[in-house]
């Protein structure tokens, strides 16, 4: 997985001199002017992504559970 930046231009996103496979399949969010993320964020959600590509993580069952379980001790 590789995370790209590009703009829109003339409605397509426009990745600069990237060169991608021919039929690959492209995910984006939209981030507003004032949500621009920086180097270092980038390199948070790039590190993260590669943990959740290798299975070091743990699924979204048991984050909700753990959520759970914070919150109701949070509350005695």
Known sequence: MEILSGKVVNGRVDFGDVDLP???TVQAFVLEDEDEMSPEQLAE???ALDEADRGEGISGDE???QMRELRER???
């Open 22 to 24: 021919e039929g690959a």
């Open 63 to 65: 984050m909700l559970r």
């Open 74 to 76: 949070l509350t005695r």
């Open 45 to 47: 959600l790039e590190a």
